[in-house]
């Protein structure tokens, strides 16, 4: 059961990050849209983003978690490979890239729910520029 939950917010997640995605768009363009609905998401699913948060970092995640469920996300690593072909980001590991876009937001958003952070629209507009300029090239 509570595998299932996982999977359901982990869904809800994806289907928030990549809505309004178009292949045509330019990879830097992908990029901000992308950044941009997860950071939505987390300001308005604050029990299914800690939830995640917390089910990630649990040691039940070993039991419980499937590879089955990356494939929700595989927009987002099919655009880090693109990125890196184009010599638009660093040629690093993708989970390495991933981790320097991810753990920003993440540590923000729980900054945010603590109200020692606030997301205004110029602190997501240096965010998301941040995690960029960490990964390009």
């Known amino acids: 059961m ?11 997640i994806s289907s928030g990050m990549f809505e309004g995605i178009h292949h045509p768009l330019p990879v830097k363009a992908r990029f901000e849209l992308i950044m941009s609905n997860y950071i939505e998401f987390i300001l308005n699913h604050k029990d299914e983003f800690l939830f995640y948060e917390q089910f990630c970092n649990s040691p039940l995640v070993e039991n419980l978690y499937l590879e089955d469920s990356s494939s929700m996300f595989q ?14 980001l660093k040629d690093y590991d993708t989970m390495l890239l ?4 991810y ?8 900054q945010y729910y603590r109200r020692e952070f606030e997301f ?7 965010l998301i520029q941040s995690s960029w300029d960490a ?3």
């Open 2 to 12: 509570l595998r299932k939950l996982f999977l359901n917010v982990e869904q809800k």
């Open 75 to 88: 927009p987002f690593y099919k655009l880090i490979e693109e990125g890196k072909e184009q010599k638009l």
């Open 98 to 101: 991933l981790v320097l876009i």
């Open 103 to 110: 753990a920003p937001v993440t540590e923000l958003a729980k």
């Open 120 to 126: 205004n629209d110029r602190n997501v507009k240096d």
């Open 135 to 137: 990964v390009k090239a």
